[in-house]
């Protein structure tokens, strides 16, 4: 189909009254992440934005995506996989059909999901994982691009306080370990051209939600999206801190930590504002082996020169995780804030 036709179909999908007309549907915004933490925010976001593009850290190397990218030879398709779900217009649609997890005894399928495969068989037909991604996005009407932060195949390694080494996404949250610095198997790795440049285009760049160490800190680890995020200052850039602290990787920190962490591998100032929760319901009874988990937020105004909101942005029905329209409305507000 020709790119004129694309461009006026897209544009029929969505109703007069719908909230991206209403907000502004040409507002660029870049989101970095993964894991479920990117899934939620984009599952909100999409409600604001017809023009998204999710940049998606691609180190996942355990259970099915794992398994995956050492059959097949491909980048992960896990957390890529989540983000076409929570950006599709079908949403509960494709997450029934891309989410379905093969039961054991079903032979070399149990454990994988049908996303997965579909990720992986398309990415075969064509020729193109990059391709593969392309084109779910289009059969199931995203609201923007779902782009790998690097079509490389890298592996994280974690150093502990400790001095203890561990390589590998999977192997790294650690009980009662503390995180003491990560890296990337080739620190000089190169970003995804179309990441970099979604960024540097961007109104609105957010950094986050999702596991700090093994989900955020990786993306920014590859230079080409560090200098983006950092050149781009007319962008308005807001790190989303965690709603809760996460067993095995953040146990016992505090949202000024989180800051401290991002700041100690970027280097760079990367965002201006951060968004942290208000409202503490949750401190996990269960601290058995993996310490305890419980909600985060602060009473401080600004740290490290980075001025903090505050808003409820966690989902009553489980309070350790954001809800996607508490968190979307929080993030278009502060950007309509600052425009203002």
Not at 107 to 136: D, M, P, R, Y
Not at 144 to 149: E, H, S, V
Request: net charge positive; glycine share 8%; charged share 25%.
């Amino acid at each position: 189909m020709p790119n004129i036709f694309k461009r006026w179909w897209r544009g029929l999908i969505y109703e007069p009254l719908d909230p991206r007309f209403l907000a502004g549907k040409n507002i660029k915004i870049a989101v970095l992440g993964g894991g479920s933490g990117l899934a939620v925010l984009l599952s909100g976001l999409k409600k604001y934005s017809n023009d998204i593009s999710a940049i998606v850290s691609v180190m996942d190397d355990g259970k099915s995506s794992g398994r995956i990218r050492k059959k097949f030879d491909i980048l992960p398709p896990g957390d890529i996989r989540k983000c076409i779900v929570a950006l599709s217009k079908y949403e509960g649609d494709a997450k029934d059909f891309f989410n379905y997890r093969f039961p054991e005894g079903t032979g070399a399928f149990a454990g994988h999901t049908l996303g997965n495969i579909w990720l992986a068989g398309l990415a075969g037909h064509i020729g193109s994982f990059e391709k593969a991604v392309q084109a779910t996005t289009e059969i199931f009407v995203s609201a923007g691009k779902i782009l790998p932060a690097t079509l490389e195949k890298l592996e994280l390694i974690a150093r502990y306080d400790d001095g203890k080494v561990v390589r590998g996404e999977s192997r790294i949250p650690r009980p009662k370990k503390r995180i003491k610095s990560i890296k990337l198997s080739n620190e000089g790795a190169k970003a995804y051209r179309k990441s970099v440049e979604a960024l540097k285009s961007a109104n609105l760049i957010v950094i986050g939600p999702g596991s700090l160490y093994t989900s955020i800190i990786p993306n920014l680890l590859i230079a080409d999206i560090n200098r983006a995020i950092a050149g781009n200052t007319s962008a308005v850039r807001i790190f989303i801190i965690n709603s809760s602290t996460e067993r095995g990787e953040t146990e016992n920190y505090s949202a000024e930590d989180h800051i401290f962490a991002i700041k100690d591998h970027s280097k760079n100032r990367l965002f201006d504002y951060c968004l942290v929760n208000d409202k503490i319901v949750k401190k996990s009874k269960d601290e058995s082996l993996l310490g305890g988990v419980h909600n985060i937020t602060t009473d401080r105004e600004e740290i490290l020169g980075c001025k903090i909101y505050k808003e409820d942005i966690i989902d009553p029905k489980k309070p350790l995780y954001h809800q996607p329209d508490k968190l979307a409305k929080a993030i278009i507000k502060i950007y309509n804030s600052v425009k203002k």
